[in-house]
């Protein structure tokens, strides 16, 4: 049989149940898998034999889903994480360690920013930021002996820039170094960014993956692509042996599943952060409709944000699928057949107006979160960003009016009533 196509992955890959097991991929709740041999347990914390012994490093049900997001993706392997955070801090921290730096695109979510500028820095681990849009040679400056890594957003939250992935992924590669994207707002639905050169994928699979608001949860999603030990010198933690594991060499154990292997084996034995079982069941139910869920995403952003463009109430719309859009061509590029629900937009008065608008919002909800079926909206000024003042969210690069509208997949027309009525109010 040919290769699954996405829809088919998203509702059959990862469970392939055999004579007499559950059609539907069960829930491990189990912190621990019962052995016969003394032996046999020895052989699997040497990772000489494959198999399950304890929920923090590996679990059944966390490992169907696994695969279910690396088959979308295209990847050869991949893990879940207990929320997106973690996903992106295990993908960095897996490859940097205390006197090593990153390059990394200022458009990126703001708990993104903090992890890497604030907390990361306070381990040794420094990071540049550069604009997304900068030249090769520019972002290339950015770049040191001991730089390990540049990271991107596909989609940015909530600034909704859209990332040359083909030119980051030139960057990256000419710096020996490999390209890690966030591609939570596009989903593999709409965007593969390892077909366009990315080597590591990371999600925060809180949004349109779980897709219904029940379930925090991360993953990690690797190409299998880069090669390591090409660039052995700048990899040691892959490369060379690892005390902690009997003087094992990832790369030499595992070829292609080094990086997987070692974020598992390595970071989350000593970190944890691992998704609950539970967790991760939610989440499989909502891959079963997502191939369904962003094409419906899209058209009702698209329809959301063409009715706000003409309403001579609103100062601004930030929406890729718009042509007149700065981003519009890479998202054509990118993500041709959609991009994601989420729009930004500003009304004519400016804060009181956006806090009177969103006040007045009967069906759409105000809520921190993105990316879900339902509805919402937030204003950051208000909320996220409460603190500073109109001047400081400039320079923060949050207009004082910006409301951020992630467009569910109710219809439409009832989205565009909601905000109609609350314009009239506003
Ligand atoms: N990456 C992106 C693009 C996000 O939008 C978010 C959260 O909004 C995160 C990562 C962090 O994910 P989580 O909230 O699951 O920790």
Redesign the pocket.
Known sequence: MNPLKPESLCVQAGWAPKKGEPRVLPIYQSTTFKYETSEQMARLFDLEDNGYFYTRLQNPTNDAVASKIAALEGGVGAMLTS??????FYAVFNICQAGDHFVCSSA??G??FNLFGVTMKKLGIDVTFVSPDASEEEIGAAFRPNTKCLFG?TI??PSLEVLDIEKFARIAHSHGVPLIV?N??PTPINCRPFEWGADIV??????YMDGHATS???AIVDSGHFDWEAHADKFPGLCTPDESYHGLTYTKAFGKMAYMTKATAQLMRDLGSIQSPQNAFLLNLGLETLHLRMPQHCRNAQRVAEFLQQDERVAWVNYCGLPDNKYYPLAQKYMPKGSCGVISFGLKGGRDVSIRFMDALQMIAIVT???DARSCVLHPASHTHRQLSDEQLIEAGVRPDLIRLSVGIENADDIIADICQALNQA
């Open positions: 929320s997106g955070q973690a996903a992106n990126i979510y708990g993104t957003e940015s939250n966030d939570t707002f990371t999600h925060s699979t809180t949004k925090v949860g991360g979160h993105v990316a």
